[in-house]
Structures are given as C-alpha cells and as structure tokens.
C-alpha cells in the first residue's frame, strides 16, 4: 500500500506538530515546528544554533531573530515566507532549489542570514544566479561608462590627464557631447566616401594613362583619397596617443583594422617614390597592388560606429557552437558526395569527375544550393547522387539557423534591457543627489535619442552587485555616491 514518510516540520497555521517538536519559528506571519534532530544535521546554519541555544536565556535567543516571546518559546522573524520554505529544503534532502518568481539576488542574501554556504544551491539555480550576477555587473559597468563619458575619471584631474581624458571622449565617445557626435559623423562618411572612390576608381572609362601607358586612377579621386587617409591618420594618431591603455588599444581587432586600411596607402607612397628602377621591379608591382586591394579593410571600420553590427559580431560570437555544428555537418557532406561522385562517374568517358579533391568544388555548391553547372554528373547513379546531397544541403543549412537567428534575438533585446536599466540607474541617482547634469547625460545616452525614463513605470527593483565580484557603490563625478540601503536598478 501507498504511503507518505512523516513530515519533519510542520506549518503552524491551523496544524499541529509532533510532540517532539523543539521549536517554533514565525516566519512573516507563518509558523513552523522543528525537530532538534533534523536541525543540528548542519550545525553552522542560524536555526541549529538557535536549538542550542533553547535551553539558554531569552538575552541569546533574540540576539538571533526579530523577536522572541518567552512564554511560548516563539521566535519571530520578518523575512520572506515564500524564500524560506526553500531554505528549509536544506535540511529535508541536503541542497535547495530556487522556485520560480524568487529574485536569485534576494535570495542569496537569504541564504546569508540563515548562514547557509551557496554551495547547497543546486546547479541548476546557481547558473541561474550566476547570469543575474553578469548582468547586473553588465550594468553596473555600463553605469560607470555613462559617468565617466559625461565628467572624466573623477572630474578632478589637471593637466595632461585632464586633456587627455577630453581626446578620449571627444574620439571614442560620440554621446558624450556634440563635438564628438559630429567627429563620428565625419568619420562614418569618409569611410563611405573612401570606399566608394574605391571602387569608382577601378572603371576603366575614368582612369587615365600614365607616361607608360598604363591606366591608373584619376587625380581628382587619388585627391579624395589623400584627403580620407589624412583624416583616418589624424583620427588613429589622436585616439593613441589619448588611449589610457596604448598596448590594449594597439591590439584591438577593430584597431588592428583602422591600422591595416591607413598603412597601404603609405607604403605605395615610400616605394613610389623610391624611383622608377624599384618599381620596375615585377615582384615590387604586384606588392603594390597587393596592398590596394588591402584598402577594403576599411569598410570593417564602420563597425566601429554600428552599434547594430557590433550586436550582430557578438550574437555570432554566442553562435560559434551552432555554426560550429553546420560546418562540421557540410564538411562530412562534401567529403562523402564528393567521393560517391567521383567514383560513379569514373566509368563515363567524358567525366567532369578526375579526383575526389576536385569534386570537392562541386559537392560544396551543390550542398549549398548554389549550383554553377560548370562541374555535373553525366550518369545515372551520379545524378541520384547529387538529388540526395543537395537534400541532405538543404536540411543541414537549415538546421542551424533558427539557434543562430535565436541567439541573435536573445543578444540583441538583452542589450536593450541592460541599456536601459543602467540609465535608470542613473536617473535615480540624479533623483538622490538632485543633479541636474545627471539626468541630461541620461537623456543624451538614451536609446534612438528618446526619452526611457518614467521613475514610476515599474516597480520591479533588482540591487547593484556589491565590493566582492567588482561591483558596488559606484562614485559620481559630484562627489556623490550612489550606494546606500536603497540602490537599486529599475528595470
């Protein structure tokens, strides 16, 4: 027959406990009996040490809760009801698990004042936490950008370190000011322009011929050029020399590319003008054509003025296991059809077919839909052959795109959810402190250039992560700080 083991605790409202009963706890209005023996199974936690101390005096037993009555051994605490009945999952199976709708910071901090170690949180609830964690760093980072964009470091820096913190701003920051709004709007329009001439210069109907013959680019477009390599040197020279950190900047991918698009232009000019004997030079000629073509690195630099392909570089990024998995599936593909194409169409005298590495091409285009036609079976098997690899193209593309398309959707709305509670942060630091400047660079740094502050349009508040995981009180440029018992990020 069927049956239920005995509870080890009881809810006191309308129920009674065991005889054996040792304490009873009143946790927000609800009431629990506890048995000593279950209790003292994890010694370091509060409720064990409150049954050691049952037997002491009232003094002891309300230095640890809200409240105790003496005459009926009742113990009062003004936590969460809901956040305790998961604390007390710990001494019926050993670990415990968050329930849905429990904020995880709220209850880490529950977890804190029953003395119980976040190593009894199961792992599936401290992942959970621990993406909280990341994102309220995420936004606690995002908070400190938006300061430092608005008044420096600390606002009392002189010199050299004061002017070097304004070049930064005015050439990294575009929303810190409308100086730097309209250097980023040159710049994102010479590289249009440069990429345009670019490809201009390469029609043959406007080149001209030089004293040799050949057909080089027009004066008037090399000019044009001249003028966008001069800004993006001026530009990347000023952005290094103000870079806090030169080696990390040099270093950067995006850095590495503004570099790469500025540096052919200069090394044509030195061979140049090294004469016309260098240049005579076959190799030296196709080094310098090497390098023109090198200027279409320029085009990545407007990723440095979309923030939308910045979200897409970083949603592939999270996809790389998913794209991973495609390439993995294609390869295999290709190496199979091409290998059952070769060997199917070696009896046709007139195959397209000589080995398996050249039917390599033609399993990739026809696994990718593509289809040239420059390279086709001619038999039978080999077209049975190539209906079912482009079939299995077909379903092993799709496969991979909802996850990636997915990923990228999930990327891109959490940004806008952090973007906007860490201006919302900012808003109610602006609220504390009555600055007035506070609530401006909100409004500038706001998303599409509107307004997204209501202080009252939710009441939903999650705490800024604090000292221990490189979060906390965080200092604004007015000498204010925005941790106190209250802060929180609305969202």
Known sequence: MWGFPRTRYADCNG???GEDAEVVVNIGGVKHLFYRELLNRFPETRLAEIVNLSSGGSEDLSSLCDDYDPDTGELYFDRDPDAF???????????????????????????????????????CCRSSLAEVERELAEIAEKVRTILVDRDGDD?????????QDFLWRLMEKPESSLPARVVAIVSFLLILVSSVVMCVGTIPDLQTEDAEGNLVEHPTLELIETVCIGWFSVEYALRLVSSPN????????MNIVDFMAIMPFFVVLILTHLGAAVMELANVQQAVQALRIMRIARIFKLARHSSGLQ???????????????????????????SALGYTMEQSHPDTLFTSIPQSFWWAVITMTTVGYGDVYPKTTLGRCNAAVSFL???????????????????????????????????????????DENLREAASRSSVGGS????KDASSSHIPLLRDSL???????PSGTTSSDSSDSLTL
């Open 246 to 253: 030169k080696v990390k900047f040099v270093l950067a991918f």
């Open 311 to 337: 979200t897409l570089t970083s949603a592939l990024k999270s996809s790389l296991k998913e794209l991973g998995l495609l390439l993995m599936y294609m390869g295999v593909g290709v190496f199979l059809f």
């Open 15 to 17: 129920s009674g406990g």
């Open 85 to 123: 009945r998961c604390i007390i999952e710990l001494y019926d199976y050993g670990e415990i698990h968050m329930k849905r709708g429990i904020c995880p910071i709220c209850f880490t901090k529950e977890m804190d004042f029953w003395r119980i170690h976040p190593d009894f949180l199961d792992e």
């Open 451 to 454: 307004e997204v502050w209501n």
């Open 155 to 163: 606002g009392l820096t002189k010199g050299w370190r004061r002017s």
């Open 392 to 434: 299995c193209g077909v379903i092993a593309i799709a496969l991979p795109i909802h996850p990636i398309i997915n990923n990228f959707v999930i990327f891109y709305n959490k940004q806008q959810v952090l973007e906007t509670a860490a201006k919302h942060e900012i808003e109610l630091m602006a609220l504390r402190s009555g």
């Open 470 to 476: 490189g979060r906390g009180a965080i200092q604004t």
